[in-house]
């Protein structure tokens, strides 16, 4: 069964950057569509991007331009590479396979 932990959350000012990691165990890693979710207080769980086993992604129209989903296979990783932050980005960011979900890591843009 394949499990889901996310890393690299924290605090940071509005402009800036960061990147979120998901490892996920299991070896059929390679063939899962994986994706990222936020959800900010308050507010319904929102799909921020996804991409396939084929390398194929989607970004939510908020984040476009300023976020990238990527992976490494040989890794069992994926990241979220997250630039030119703005408040409006803060939430509980969650990895997500199918109807498994990691833990969540907490993303805060303020100054």
């Known amino acids: 069964q394949v499990q889901l932990v996310e890393s690299g959350g924290g605090l940071v000012q509005p402009g800036g950057s960061l990147r979120l990691a998901c490892a996920a165990s299991?070896?059929?890693?390679?063939?899962?569509?994986m994706g990222w979710y936020r959800q900010a207080p308050g507010k319904q769980r929102e799909l921020v991007a996804t991409?396939?086993?084929?390398?194929?992604?989607n970004y939510a129209d908020s984040v476009k331009g300023r976020f990238t989903i990527s992976r490494d296979n040989a890794k069992n990783t994926v990241y979220l590479q997250m630039n030119s932050l703005k408040p409006e980005d803060t939430a509980v960011y969650y990895c997500?396979?199918?109807?498994?979900w990691g833990q969540g890591t907490l993303v805060t843009v303020s100054s």
């Open positions: 997500n396979t199918g109807k498994l």
């Open positions: 991409i396939t086993s084929g390398g194929n992604t």
């Open positions: 299991g070896s059929i890693f390679r063939i899962l569509t």
